[in-house]
């Protein structure tokens, strides 16, 4: 039986890429989360549930954004089977997945691909609260279009000075930063001792970053 008991209409599905689709979700009864946070969702009642990174800081309104790479097997291809209007099905989770910042060091957000999820909403409750440290995000893809919300950030890097915002391609030759995220992270903080790092994307990718930073006198990773 699915753990998926909270249903949600799908407000808007809107293509930011070839393969990222970002989901607005207006649950049919409110609950809380936080920035951080993600939730599991099913495309029918009492089916299968994939976990997926809340994009957004909690509103007003309460309605979900998610970034959501469809990979072209039996569970995606259900999910965008559905369109505007249609019900999916929640579970919420019980706890966050990336903690709020302490407030007492700048922060490094260390992104790859659409890891950028919790990372949206975590920078995006900041901003709201005003937090003084200074900020930092390094974005990793392969091409430009999977860069696929760089106005939003370069938006928020323009209107706020404490927001540092730096993409960085691995397979493709631009005007920007190239090669692997975690390279141009250290390139630019060789000593990272002093800094709160958070690193979500592939596991591999996680994994390396991790290691490497602790290497360099990383401290708190999350």
């Given at each position: 039986?699915?753990?998926?008991?909270?249903?949600?209409?799908?407000?808007?599905?809107?293509?930011?890429s070839d393969d990222i689709a970002q989901l607005w979700l207006a649950p049919q009864k409110p609950f809380s989360w936080?920035?951080?946070?993600?939730?599991?969702?099913?495309p029918e009642p009492?089916?299968?549930?994939?976990?997926?990174s809340i994009a957004n800081a909690p509103n007003a309104a309460g309605r979900i954004e998610l970034h959501i790479r469809h990979?072209?097997?039996?569970?995606y291809n259900a999910l965008?089977?559905?369109?505007?209007?249609?019900?999916v099905y929640l579970a919420p989770a019980s706890k966050q997945q990336y903690p709020m910042p302490a407030g007492d060091r700048p922060l490094l957000f260390v992104a790859g691909g659409n890891g950028f999820a919790p990372f949206k909403a975590l920078i995006e409750q900041l901003l709201q609260d005003g937090f003084a440290q200074p900020i930092t995000l390094y974005w990793g893809a392969r091409r430009q279009q999977d860069l696929y919300q760089d106005e939003v950030i370069r938006a928020w890097a323009r209107n706020t000075p404490t927001l540092t915002y730096v993409p960085v391609l691995s397979e493709?030759?631009?005007?920007?930063?190239?090669?692997l995220v975690a390279d141009a992270v250290l390139?630019?903080?060789?000593?990272?001792s002093g800094f709160e790092i958070y690193v979500c994307g592939p596991w591999p990718m996680v994994q390396d970053a991790?290691?490497?930073?602790?290497e360099h006198g990383a401290e708190r990773i999350h």
């Open positions: 039986m699915s753990n998926a008991t909270l249903s949600a209409t799908i407000e808007a599905i809107n293509w930011l936080h920035a951080g946070d993600y939730l599991e969702m099913a009492d089916g299968n549930t994939r976990p997926f990979s072209g097997d039996e569970w965008f089977m559905h369109k505007v209007g249609d019900t493709e030759d631009w005007a920007g930063r190239t090669g390139e630019d903080h060789p000593d990272l991790r290691a490497r930073f602790a």
